[in-house]
């Protein structure tokens, strides 16, 4: 099935520590996305990517930087984490960003929980 | 600033009961919307997505959408207790960044 993946599914780092967080798709995509989901918000998106072209939207933290090799992989990494960045992350992809209709839908994957010490 | 907006609930049903979620956009632009429903710990999971003015259905789950009163709803029929979740409204922002603009999302109480 296709299906967007991510790993780890729970990843525990220390205060200062940078951390990878990666995000693979069998849906053959354009878009892929990060978004950051605190407790009981909203998804909030840190930044995407619509083939090799990065977007970042104007409130990420420069800590927050991401990559993607491939149109399949997409690489979140925090560069010194801190307690306010625990939290869910989400990887999602949609076909096209430019066709705003109903088949242009957005998928996540299952999410990694991080946890800051 | 565009924005999806939804009532926090908790709506409790009894089990059987139709569930009635709702939520305004702001973006009279916004063409598209999506109900995700989302459990506890999990990740959001699309169950509707609509585009066009009035209603769809798939199986016990039915989309509304009124472009006018910039008004969209999702409502489940025979609700299950499974059906317990936060469910997300969303709709694309028609600008050159297209992204997806979410509400904060309705907590669903199915009570047995």
């Known amino acids: 099935d296709a299906m967007v993946i991510q790993n780890p599914r729970y990843q525990v780092t220390q205060f200062g520590k940078p951390v990878t967080l990666s995000c693979s798709q069998t849906?053959?995509?354009?878009?892929m996305y990060w978004y950051q989901q605190k407790s009981s918000q909203a998804p909030k998106l840190l930044f995407h990517y619509y083939d090799k072209d990065f977007n970042n939207e104007a409130d990420t933290p420069d800590n927050f930087q991401s990559r993607r090799p491939n149109t399949s992989f997409c690489f979140l990494d925090i560069r010194s984490p801190g307690l306010g960045d625990a939290a869910m992350y989400l990887c999602a992809t949609s076909r096209d960003r430019r066709d705003a209709s109903s088949y242009n839908e957005q998928f996540f994957g299952p999410g990694t929980r991080l946890t800051v010490l | 600033q565009k924005e999806v907006e939804q009532n926090s609930g908790p709506l409790s049903v009894p089990e059987g009961a139709i569930a009635s979620l709702n939520c305004t956009y702001s973006?009279?632009?916004?063409?598209?919307f999506f109900w995700y429903r989302q459990y506890s710990g999990k990740s959001p999971e699309l169950i509707m997505s609509?585009?066009?003015?009035g209603d769809k259905e798939d199986g016990r789950f039915t989309a509304q959408l009124n472009k006018a009163s910039q008004y969209v709803s999702l409502l489940i029929r025979d609700s299950q207790p499974s059906d317990s979740a936060t469910y997300l409204c969303?709709?694309?922002?028609?600008?050159?960044?297209?992204?997806?603009?979410f509400g904060s999302g309705t907590r669903l109480l199915v009570r047995p």
């Open positions: 849906l053959n995509h354009n878009v």
């Open positions: 973006d009279r632009g916004s063409q598209s």
């Open positions: 969303a709709g694309w922002e028609r600008d050159s960044s297209y992204k997806l603009i």
């Open positions: 609509i585009y066009s003015n």
